[in-house]
């Protein structure tokens, strides 16, 4: 088992920064993937992107340029620093982990976090 836990949320104008951590305890691996997903109310929870432990990444291409992911593999952890925020960004971000390659489908990922609320205005 592999337990994440989100930290960094809140609310944030509109052009601000915000930076989401995600700290994974238990079974985790050494050759795995990290992502963010994120729900905003009434949609389908999306990806925001994802890095391996590599540290190849990827990321949606409403948030490339903005958004920046990393790793810390001693410390199995994953951040998201997030810029240029805008209204639409504002969901819940949700930390998963899934073994080797990254993926954007939330159904390839295994364990995910509570999640962490994101509330951007305008």
């Known amino acids: 088992q592999v337990q994440l836990v989100e930290s960094g949320g809140g609310l944030v104008q509109a052009g601000g920064s915000l930076r989401l951590s995600c700290a994974a305890s238990?079974?985790?691996?050494?050759?795995?993937?990290m992502g963010w997903f994120r729900q905003a109310p009434g949609k389908q929870r999306e990806f925001v992107a994802a890095?391996?432990?590599?540290?190849?990444?990827d990321y949606a291409d409403s948030v490339k340029g903005r958004f920046t992911i990393s790793r810390d593999n001693r410390k199995s952890s994953v951040s998201l620093q997030m810029s240029s925020l805008k209204p639409e960004d504002t969901a819940i971000y949700y930390c998963a982990e899934k073994a080797y390659f990254p993926s954007t489908r939330a159904t390839d990922y295994n364990y995910w976090g509570q999640g962490t609320q994101v509330t951007v205005s305008r």
């Open positions: 890095i391996d432990w590599r540290g190849i990444t």
């Open positions: 238990g079974r985790t691996s050494t050759t795995n993937t």
